[in-house]
């Protein structure tokens, strides 16, 4: 079955440490996206990559890095740079970077910081 | 430049009672609409999209949404709730931009 993993599902980590959160998908997409969740206030776009070895950054880039080294993987880095790490973060793909591409979703990872 | 608008956070329904979610777009060029799925601790599942081949469309679990230009509304409903509705519906669109702009959400609660 193709779709998107992203593991773990979930970390804790420490204040202060960085953190790398993965996202894998096996759908042959071009597009790829992370987003991170608070209660309330919908998805915000922290970066997408619309082929390999180029990515962009989103609404809410500081404190994060990303890298886009094979079509299948999107890794993301919270740094200790992001003041409120703590959220729900959720990885996406699209065929291709068309307004008509609806996005497919990985079951997120819930990173808590402490 | 594009928006959506989804009225209400949380909607409350009765176990068969009909279900409407509200959601209202801008956009400066003919948009691409869609509604998600988000179940507790999961990633969001497309339920449907509006790509202008028909104003009227079917969705999955007996959803579907209604475009229309004059109004700027996609509205999602279904003639009947199911307790397994209980979920956080999102509206998207696209249209200026292929990155979606997603409204914050609406909490569908079904009481039994």
């Known amino acids: 079955d193709g779709g998107i993993t992203q593991s773990p599902k979930y970390l804790f980590r420490k204040e202060g440490q960085n953190v790398t959160l993965s996202c894998e998908q096996n759908l042959n997409h071009d597009a790829m996206y992370w987003y991170r969740q608070d209660p309330g206030q919908g998805l915000r776009l922290i970066y997408y990559?619309?082929?390999?070895?180029?990515?962009q950054k989103g609404d809410i880039a500081e404190g994060y890095s990303v890298s886009r080294e094979k079509k299948e993987s999107f890794p993301l880095t919270v740094t200790s740079a992001q003041k409120n790490p703590t959220a729900f973060y959720l990885c996406?793909?699209?065929?291709?970077?068309?307004?008509?591409?609806?996005?497919?979703f990985g079951p997120g990872t819930r990173l808590t910081v402490t | 430049a594009q928006s959506v608008t989804q009225l209400g956070s949380h909607v409350s329904v009765s176990e068969g009672a009909l279900v409407l979610l509200r959601c209202n777009y801008s956009?400066?060029?003919?948009?691409?609409l869609f509604w998600y799925v988000q179940y507790p601790n999961q990633g969001l599942q497309l339920l449907l999209k509006y790509t202008s081949a028909a104003t009227l469309v079917k969705g999955i679990n007996g959803f579907e949404a209604e475009f229309k230009k004059s109004e700027t509304s996609f509205h999602l409903t279904k003639p009947s709730a199911h307790m397994s509705d209980a979920a956080e519906y999102f509206c998207?669109?696209?249209?200026?931009?292929?990155?979606?702009?997603f409204g914050r959400g609406t909490s569908l609660i079904v009481h039994p």
């Open positions: 990559s619309q082929i390999v070895n180029d990515f």
């Open positions: 996406a793909s699209s065929l291709r970077d068309r307004t008509i591409d609806e996005q497919y």
């Open positions: 956009s400066s060029v003919p948009p691409y």
């Open positions: 998207a669109v696209t249209g200026g931009s292929y990155i979606p702009t």
